[in-house]
């Protein structure tokens, strides 16, 4: 079946430190989206990419979809304490959503 | 705020007890997901479904059965509960369409003694 798998599994960094996963797919995506779940909460909507090779921005969060349509990366500059928390993309290539393995971030002030 | 609901959001029952957990969604959305996820661990698909009378199995597979005879609802029930069901059940729901995110609801933390 489609696997979806994110590196790294786990990330601490320093507050003011720069982050990125990267997410890999086993089979083309028509979309790729991203979720960011808090410690003890549920997965939220950050954003979603369709067009190969798109990137897209949220303040300090940049998103971008491969050429392929088989890869993505979530890069957050300048890293802040509220970042904390387990990033997963998700990938869509019938009408299941299968999520990443996720990277939990760990922000130390 | 998503209008997706669940209930229990916590449930510690003995094993070998049937349980349903409960999904509840007023967005009117067709697709509707069930994921199990393990305390900081990744999304298991469990089950999913299209719309009214559509259930299929997910990638993960489950001993748990879902049905799905009105849209706003979607639960998950498992005949006989054991220890390895403990895990936190997740459920979602999205619009039609290529370009739809997925809301979940708070979740249900299942501990089976």
């Known amino acids: 079946g489609q696997q979806v798998m994110q590196i790294p599994q786990y990330q601490h960094v320093q507050e003011g430190e720069d982050f990125t996963t990267y997410c890999n797919s086993s089979?083309?995506?028509?979309?790729i989206q991203w979720y960011k779940q808090r410690p003890g909460g549920h997965p939220v909507f950050l954003i979603q990419?369709?067009?190969?090779?798109e990137v897209k921005k949220q303040k300090r969060l940049t998103f971008q979809f491969g050429e392929a349509k088989k890869n993505s990366s979530l890069h957050i500059t300048a890293t802040q304490t509220t970042d904390v928390g387990t990033y997963f993309c998700a990938g869509r290539a019938t009408d299941k959503l299968i999520f990443g393995t996720g990277t939990r971030l760990q922000v130390f002030p | 705020e998503a209008d997706i609901y669940q209930t229990p959001r916590y449930l510690v029952i003995g094993t070998g007890k049937k349980i349903t957990l409960e999904c509840s969604q007023t967005m009117g959305h067709d697709k509707m997901y069930w994921y199990q996820q393990d305390p900081g661990m990744e999304l298991h698909l469990i089950h999913y479904s299209y719309g009214v009378n559509s259930t299929e199995k997910g990638d993960l597979s489950s001993e748990s059965t879902v049905s799905r005879i009105r849209t706003e609802h979607f639960p998950l029930t498992l005949e006989s509960a054991r220890p390895s069901h403990t895990s936190q059940y997740l459920c979602?729901?999205?619009?039609?369409?290529?370009?739809?995110?997925?809301?979940f609801g708070q979740g249900t933390r299942l501990t089976v003694v």
């Open positions: 990419l369709v067009k190969s090779g």
């Open positions: 089979t083309t995506l028509s979309n």
């Open positions: 979602a729901s999205r619009k039609t369409g290529m370009s739809t995110e997925a809301f």
